[in-house]
């Protein structure tokens, strides 16, 4: 039997031997007391690599986002976003559950910025009558859409709208190290165009686990208190941080390997590999769930994320021979 090759998540990822080493290495000390060198080296070395004030460990990146739209946006206010954004569809309401905020959302065939629709959409204070507009949002990279990258050109016009109209931008970066592998944008370019922003180490960068807000000072000691209050407190946790710290010093520029393999997939599939941005490719197939079923039978996992969509993902754990013996299970499955 040959090996398992498992392309649902690249948060399928396992920690490396010398992530484990670093891991087991790591100085710690009490969190909540704010005693985790190992924690607050991550949490300054990430806030100046987006070139912001200060950043903040999260466990998940579901945390992160709520923290940070929650810094721009209180009960009863709204939060503009793409419709298949990982926070609109994917957090389990957690938005309106914690924060009591609201969401309106635009539809972009590659998740990305309709800046027309958000002018239409975009509502001021009108006193009490309209719920009032206090953030847009935008993932990069987007994960349904597949893994697409947002242009610092899209990004600035939308950037220059919301700070004229007052109110912040939010980007969800749980995959940010993507789209700056992909396109060699640098990470502060990211962060000068965001109020805050949520990123994970735990998807191709192959952490175990971890996320992490980044901002303001203010706005991270504001979600520092939310985070305790959410459960979110951790002790000695610069075990799991040292794993990030690893994974940046190791796993980025290894990205440009899990964008190529995606490709070679895409091509596979007959999917126009130009289309294909980073590690995510995504499939429109009315047979979706019989595609799974009979990959899986010939030890390739891949999973739907819609009725008709199927989506494959590469990371770490998949390497060239890998990515060739599941091209050619795929051509054959989808031919
Ligand atoms: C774009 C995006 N944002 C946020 C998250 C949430 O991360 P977590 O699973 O750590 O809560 C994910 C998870 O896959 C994601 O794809």
Not at 107 to 114: A, C, I, L, T, Y
Request: charged content about 20%.
């Amino acid at each position: 039997m040959t090996n398992l090759i498992d392309l649902r998540s690249d948060t399928l990822t396992r920690p490396t031997p010398d992530m484990r080493t670093a891991m087991a290495r790591a100085e710690v000390g009490d969190d909540v007391y704010g005693e985790d060198p190992t924690v607050r080296a991550l949490e300054e070395r990430v806030a100046g690599l987006f070139g912001h004030e200060d950043a903040l460990f999260t466990p998940t990146g579901s945390m992160a986002n709520v923290l940070a739209v929650r810094t721009l946006v209180g009960p009863g206010e709204e939060v503009l976003c793409e419709s298949s954004a990982h926070i609109a569809r994917a957090e389990l309401g957690a938005h309106a559950a914690y924060t009591g905020l609201t969401m309106r959302t635009w539809s972009h065939p590659r998740g990305g910025v309709d800046l027309p629709a958000v002018e239409r959409m975009f509502a001021p204070d009108m006193g009490p009558f309209f719920v009032r507009t206090k953030a847009v949002s935008v993932e990069n990279t987007h994960n349904f859409a597949g893994g697409t990258v947002l242009t610092l050109a899209d990004l600035d016009a939308l950037h220059a709208f919301t700070t004229a109209q007052g109110v912040g931008l939010h980007v969800d970066g749980a995959r940010i190290w993507n789209a700056h592998v992909a396109t060699g944008t640098p990470l502060s370019a990211y962060g000068a165009r965001a109020e805050v922003m949520a990123v994970c180490l735990s998807k191709g960068l192959g952490a175990p686990v971890g996320s992490l807000v980044v901002g303001s000072a203010e706005a991270m000691a504001e979600s520092r208190v939310w985070r305790k209050r959410m459960g979110g407190g951790m002790r000695q946790v610069g075990i799991l941080a040292a794993a990030g710290l690893h994974a940046l010093d190791h796993h980025v520029e290894r990205l440009a390997e899990d964008h190529e393999h995606a490709r070679l997939l895409a091509e596979a599939c007959g999917v126009d590999p130009e289309q294909v941005e980073t590690n995510i490719v995504v499939l429109e197939r009315s047979d979706a769930a019989e595609l799974v079923e009979a990959a899986s039978a010939e030890g390739i996992r891949i999973s739907t994320v819609g009725p008709r969509t199927v989506r494959l993902v590469t990371h770490l754990g998949i390497d060239r021979e890998d990515a060739q013996r599941a091209a050619t299970v795929l051509a054959k499955l989808t031919s």
